[in-house]
C-alpha cells in the first residue's frame, strides 16, 4: 500500500494522514472549496477539489471520489468516520474498483447499519439486550400492547438512527401515538427510513463501549471499554477510559460479548460496540458502529495501540501482531470535544472567523486538530474544531491536566464547549465517578456556567489589583545608599 486517499475532513482527516505519513505511504485529500485552506489539504502529499461546500455536493460523492483515486493511482481510502464512513454501498463500489476500502466488508456495515438487523445477528450469541420488541411497527395498538407488557416508561428509537434523531422517551399510555408519529416522521427525514421500534427504558444508564478489533486470519480482540455518559442531545462530549465503574469480571464479561458482536458479522477491521449500563450493574447491547469513533485517541493512549495503523494493517491482510493477553490498561486519558457551540445558548452552533485560536500542549496533552487561526468555521459541517485529550498516571491526574489545558486554549470569534468541559471536570459528580447520561440534565445549566465564569473572572480581577497594587508599593519605596 503506496498511496491513501483520505475521503474526509478536519482533524480526522489529518489524524489519518499523520499515521500514514508514519508508515511511509502518501496521501491524497479531497476537500470542498469551503476547505481549500484548511490543515489538511495542506498536509496530503496531493489534494484535489471535489466540489462545493455542501457535503452533498462534495464529501458525500462517493463515485467522485473512487475517480480521484483511481486517476491518482491510490491502493486504498480511507473514510475517516461520519461522510461515506458507514456505507455499504460506497464500500462495496470501492471493492469493486479494485481499491481497497480501509474498514469492514459491506455486509457487515450493512447488517450494524441497522438496529433490528443487528439485534436479530446477535441473538443466537447470548448477548444481553434491553426488554423490547426486535422487528419494526407502525401500527399504534400494537405498539401500546407491547409497551404494557415491557412497562413504561418506553422508548421508541429509530432502527436506522443515530445522534438522538427518531428517538422518544414515552412516559404514559396516552403520548405513545402522537410520539410514535414523531419518531416515524423525523426518522423518515433524517435517514429516509422510518422503521421504529420500542424497547424498555433505562432510566439512569451509562454509555459504555468497547473497542473492537479484527484481522482477516480470525482474530478478534477487544481494547477495553470507554465511558461516553457526558453528553448533550444523545451526543458524546466528554469520553474517558478506563470507565471507573466497571471491575475486571465486567470488563471481561463486556469485552467477550463485544467479541461475540464482532464475530456475529464477520468484522474486520477498528469497531466499536456501545452497551448500556445500568444502576444495577446490567449491561445491553445496543448497537455496533463499523468504523473508528471519535474518541478512539483515549483508548490509544492507555493501551498504547495506534488505531489508524492498525486499520492500514488489517487492510494490508496482515495478522494482529498482539493477543488479548498482551493487552493491558495503563494510566487514564480524557477527551473533550471542542465544538465551535455556545453552552451558553443551548448548545447551538458558533459560526464566525477564529480571530485568536492558542492551542495547549505539554506532556500529557494530546490535541488532535483540525483548524489554524484565522480560518472561518464552514456552516456546512459538523461545528468540531478539535479534540483535546489528556492522559495521565491516575483519573485524577488525567482531569487535573484537562483543567490546566482548557485554561490554556485560546480561541476569539466563537463560542465553544471549553467552558462547559471545565465544568464537567470540576463537577463533584464527575470526579467522584457517581454520574450517568442524564448529567447535563441534572447538574448543568447555562446560568450555572455563567456565574460560575463571572465568578472566576472577578478573582482574576482580584488577583491581578493585589500584584498591581503590590508592584506599586516595590515602586514607591525610597532608593538607600
Known amino acids: ?29 479531497v476537500f470542498s472549496v469551503a476547505d481549500r485552506n484548511a490543515p489538511h489539504v495542506k498536509f496530503a502529499d496531493e489534494a ?31 473514510p475517516g468516520y461520519g461522510f461515506l464512513s458507514e456505507n455499504a454501498d460506497f464500500a462495496k463500489k470501492v471493492e469493486e474498483n479494485g481499491i481497497t476500502f480501509i474498514g469492514p466488508k459491506p455486509h457487515a456495515i450493512e447488517i450494524m447499519g441497522s438496529k433490528l438487523a443487528a439485534k436479530d445477528a446477535v441473538k443466537e450469541y447470548g448477548i444481553p439486550m434491553v426488554p423490547g420488541i426486535d422487528e419494526a411497527i407502525t401500527d399504534p395498538e400494537k405498539a401500546k400492547q407491547i409497551a404494557n407488557e415491557i412497562g413504561f416508561p418506553i422508548l421508541i428509537k429509530a432502527s436506522a438512527g443515530g445522534g438522538g434523531k427518531g428517538m422518544r422517551v414515552v412516559e404514559k399510555v396516552e403520548e405513545l401515538e402522537e410520539q410514535m408519529k414523531r419518531a416515524i416522521s423525523e426518522a423518515e427525514s433524517a435517514f429516509g427510513d422510518g422503521s421504529v421500534f420500542i424497547e424498555k427504558y433505562v432510566a439512569s444508564p451509562r454509555h459504555i463501549e468497547i473497542q473492537v478489533l479484527a484481522d482477516t486470519h480470525g482474530n478478534i480482540l477487544h481494547l477495553f471499554e470507554r465511558e461516553c455518559s457526558i453528553q448533550r442531545r444523545h451526543q458524546k462530549v466528554v469520553e474517558e477510559a478506563p470507565s471507573v465503574v466497571l471491575d475486571e469480571k465486567l470488563r471481561k464479561e463486556m469485552g467477550e460479548a463485544a467479541v461475540k458482536v464482532a ?33 478512539h485517541p483515549v483508548t490509544e493512549l492507555i493501551t498504547g495501540i495506534d488505531l489508524v495503523e492498525q486499520q492500514i494493517k488489517v487492510a494490508r491482510g496482515e495478522q494482529l501482531a498482539f493477543t488479548q493477553k498482551d493487552l493491558k490498561i495503563n494510566g487514564h486519558a480524557l477527551e473533550l470535544r471542542v465544538y465551535a457551540e455556545d453552552p451558553l445558548d443551548n448548545f447551538l452552533p ?3 472567523t477564529l480571530e485568536k485560536y492558542k492551542t495547549p500542549s505539554g506532556e500529557g496533552i494530546r490535541l488532535d486538530n483540525g483548524f489554524e487561526e484565522g480560518m472561518e468555521i464552514p456552516i456546512y459541517y459538523d461545528p468540531m474544531l478539535a479534540k483535546l485529550i489528556t492522559y495521565g498516571k491516575s483519573r485524577e491526574e488525567a482531569i487535573q491536566l484537562m483543567i490546566k489545558a482548557i485554561n490554556a486554549y485560546e480561541i476569539e470569534g466563537v463560542s465553544t464547549t471549553l467552558p462547559f468541559g471545565k465544568f464537567v471536570c470540576e463537577h463533584e459528580a464527575f470526579r467522584s465517578g457517581n454520574f450517568d447520561t442524564h448529567f447535563v440534565k441534572n447538574y448543568y445549566s447555562a446560568e450555572k456556567l455563567q456565574s460560575e465564569t463571572e465568578e472566576e473572572a472577578k478573582l482574576a480581577a482580584l488577583i491581578a ?17
Open 1 to 29: 500500500m503506496k498511496k491513501i486517499v483520505v475521503a474526509n475532513r478536519g482533524e480526522i482527516a489529518l489524524r489519518v494522514m499523520k499515521t500514514a505519513q508514519k508508515m511511509g505511504i502518501k496521501t491524497v485529500a
Open 48 to 78: 484535489v477539489c471535489i466540489g462545493e461546500a455542501p457535503s452533498n455536493q462534495s464529501y458525500l460523492l462517493g463515485d467522485k471520489i473512487i475517480e480521484v483515486a483511481k486517476k491518482l493511482h491510490a491502493d486504498a481510502i480511507h
Open 263 to 295: 464475530k456475529a458479522c464477520d468484522y474486520v477491521g477498528a469497531g466499536t460496540v456501545e452497551f448500556l449500563f445500568d444502576e444495577n450493574r446490567n449491561f445491553y447491547f445496543l448497537e455496533m458502529n463499523t468504523r473508528l469513533q471519535v474518541e
Open 350 to 352: 458558533s459560526v464566525g
Open 465 to 481: 489589583l493585589k500584584q498591581y497594587l503590590k508592584d506599586q508599593q516595590q515602586l514607591r519605596l525610597p532608593i538607600t545608599e
